[in-house]
């Protein structure tokens, strides 16, 4: 199947306008975030074949960035044209018989770093812990290391790098920690980066303050070293990055033998103080207390959830209920990766009627992945979701992980027009075809970004 632009496109990228015509299915994923039952519910538009030849079906309007109106195309023409939207402004855009849904959004990656770190894996497969790597002064402070050396030019081209990577992958949307930086300077950097190149575009990158993501080297040797470097992160570094204005989020790496439940407490509270949202790398490797805490502090995402004791999952549970539910974002990506056994309990936390998101955790230790076709597929093989709830967990959960659910994430009118089509006939093949290039078309806010003329 190739992609046509039929009428418009990259010639006609002026106009305001962008009609996308000849999908087979569109899975709008409308009607809010998904949790339990409903997870599995795409909201799929399906068009016959003939109406797929004809270009006469279902089909997505949008204007100036965003999305406008989903309807029979005959119909949506004419609501168009009399609702002060002429059709000769618009560009149109034949899906070609594919699938077409939103933008994917990745809400979890450690997007901007130093060096690389294939050497761990080896150490790994030899049988060493991920922890004890960290405490032997590799894993996170090799990074560490690597990042403070490195200038923000080439931090920058590092970050355009892989970004166009996940663009290429259908992702329009990111969530970037910072965390490899530990000292208020380069942590500063790390942010001021990611708003950078969320300015330049075209995918959105929503910075986020992971300054507790390890204890830094020269803190080290101090007496009660951890307990130190929590003080000064409340008392130094957060007003300073709060002063800056460009993180979004405060992260903590919550897990026993790096920053205990209550340092993440009173790092996370303090944060809140300054106005940014909360999200936490929670019960990753055993056990701490995170999921508990993420519901405690009203958390907008609790991420990893390998381990959750069954109080945290109670606790998951009972916020859902009670409708202010904490998105549970799984990274089955970082577990495959680990080599570790330990798979994040998916399908308790749906049945307990927990919203499930899924992210790449892209970061140069446990997860050089950023590819969230890939993450559908292990978390399809391991998690044990449904096609329909994975892809649920990178679009409209994933929008509500970084509190922007009305904002994008599914295609309804008032939505951005971020939308991915896919070279198959349903979503349900996307995480089957494991690994495969199966992306036509990007569209970020209307325009089309990337266009892959085969395949
Ligand atoms: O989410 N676990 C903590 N942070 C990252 C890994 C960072 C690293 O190893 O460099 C994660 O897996
Ligand atoms: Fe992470």
């Keep these: ?52 030849a004809a270009g006469s079906g279902t089909a997505i309007a949008a204007w100036e960035g965003r999305i406008v109106a989903v309807g029979p195309r005959p119909e949506l023409e004419v609501a168009l044209e009399g609702s002060g939207y002429p059709l000769a402004r618009f560009a149109t855009l034949d899906a070609a018989g594919g699938t077409v849904t939103p933008g994917l959004i990745d809400a979890h990656t450690h997007l901007l770093f130093g060096g690389s770190r294939e050497a761990e894996l080896v150490l790994r497969q030899r049988g060493a812990g991920y922890l004890e790597i960290l405490e032997a002064g590799g894993g ?6 690597a990042t403070r ?39 500063l950097r790390l942010l001021e980066i990611a708003h950078r190149l969320g300015e330049e575009g075209p995918i959105d990158v929503l910075p986020t303050w992971l300054g507790a993501h390890a204890v830094p080297p020269e803190f080290r ?29 405060a992260d903590v790496f919550c897990e026993d033998g790096v920053f205990s439940q209550d340092q993440s407490r009173r790092i996370l509270t303090a944060a809140a103080r300054f106005g940014l949202g909360l999200r936490l790398h929670a019960d990753e490797l055993r056990p ?31 916020a859902a209920v009670e409708g202010h539910p904490v998105v549970a974002t799984l990274l089955p990506a970082t577990t495959w990766f680990l080599m570790h056994d330990d798979f994040a309990p998916a399908r308790g936390l749906i049945e307990r009627g927990v919203p499930v998101a899924l992210a ?8 050089p992945n950023c590819n969230l076709a890939l993450v559908m597929t292990v978390a399809c093989l391991e998690l044990k979701l449904d096609p329909s709830e ?60 990337v266009e892959h003329a085969t395949g």
């Design 140 to 145: 996170i402070l090799s990074t560490v290391a």
């Design 360 to 367: 790449s955790d892209f970061n140069p230790g446990t997860s």
């Design 390 to 449: 994975a892809l649920a967990g990178v679009t409209v959960n994933a929008a509500h992980a970084l509190g922007l659910g009305d904002d994008r994430g599914s295609i309804e009118a008032g939505r951005l027009a971020d939308l991915v089509v896919w070279r198959v006939p349903t979503h349900r093949q996307i995480p089957y075809w494991v690994g495969a290039d199966l992306v036509a078309t990007v569209v970020k806010r209307g325009r089309v970004v």
């Design 1 to 52: 199947m190739t992609l046509r632009l039929i009428q418009g496109g990259r010639a006609e990228q002026d106009k305001p306008g962008l009609l996308v015509v000849g999908a087979r299915e569109i899975v709008t994923m409308a009607g809010g975030l998904r949790m339990g039952e409903a997870q599995a519910d795409p909201a799929a538009l399906t068009n016959a074949d003939a109406e797929v």
């Design 149 to 187: 050396a490195a200038s923000a030019e080439d931090l920058a081209e590092h970050g355009r790098r892989w970004l166009s990577q996940m663009l290429a992958r259908g992702t329009t949307t990111v969530e970037a920690k910072s965390g490899y930086g530990l000292d208020l300077a380069t942590e």
């Design 221 to 249: 040797d101090r007496p009660e070293a951890t307990e130190a470097f929590v003080r000064y992160l409340v008392d130094e570094q957060l007003p300073g990055v709060a002063a800056q204005g460009r993180a979004r989020f």
């Design 288 to 318: 701490s207390g995170g999921a508990e805490l993420a519901v405690e502090l009203g958390a907008l995402s609790a991420d990893h959830l390998a381990t959750p004791s069954g109080e945290g999952m109670a606790a998951l549970a009972s």
